[in-house]
């Protein structure tokens, strides 16, 4: 389906466009195994200028789209096992930023600077206002949402309501995979101790018992889960995760 003028959308619908790669992902051989997240996060998107968001709706970007969309385990067993992201809380742990700063040697602090300075060098006052709301939001968002809060802000910049819709939209699609690359690295965490799910990590709270003998291995032969190859292929292209729309 092609972009829509005037339908786009901003906040979280109520049904998602997953439940077909849902039912034949491997990780879904548990009750609640796994969840779509929402890259850039509904959180970010829904807290813009009201200018924004109707500059969203009538460009038809659609922050529920499946190129926005992840699968990802909700059980720590399955991420631990597998070594993928652990997608569970409300991503607001302010580890997560800290985690992210020191994993990439940078400041969001700094970041945010940056498009503050920006901003204050535009001549055209409508266009300042509209960059200075686009960083008032950072200001209201906490761990996950913050950073994307910072990356969103930047990637508005260069968006107006003079940019054709397909530009608009892979703009945003392009941001999306940009921080998928992140989450597939385990730079930006969705949830601070999912740091120790990464490759080479030390694994869940089983795995860290003294004498533990689980070694980041909770599934055997006898058990109803998908060797590791298969997770591999279907998940991931590269050493990035796929999007939903990249799994169908």
Known sequence: MGIRENEG????SRSLRDSAVKRKHPLNFMSRAVASHHIISCEATRRLSS???????YKGYDVNHTWNLVILPMEDRISCHYRIPLHKSGHKDEAIITHYEKSLGMSISGLRGEL?????????THKQKILEDDIGVIDVLNGYHKIVGVKLARALKGLT???NKEEYSETLDDLSIEILGE????????????????????????????????KRKHFG????APKKSKVKKFCYIGNRLKTVKEQK
């Open 161 to 163: 309501c003079k940019t």
């Open 183 to 214: 989450i597939s690295r385990d730079k930006l965490l969705l949830i601070h101790r999912g740091k120790h799910f990464a490759k080479g990590a030390s694994g869940c709270e089983d795995c860290q018992e003294p004498g533990a003998r689980t």
């Open 51 to 57: 200018y924004r968001r109707k500059q969203i709706t």
């Open 221 to 224: 032969p006898l058990d109803n």
């Open 9 to 12: 959308r901003y906040v979280r």
């Open 116 to 124: 503050e300075t920006e901003a204050s060098k535009e001549s055209d």
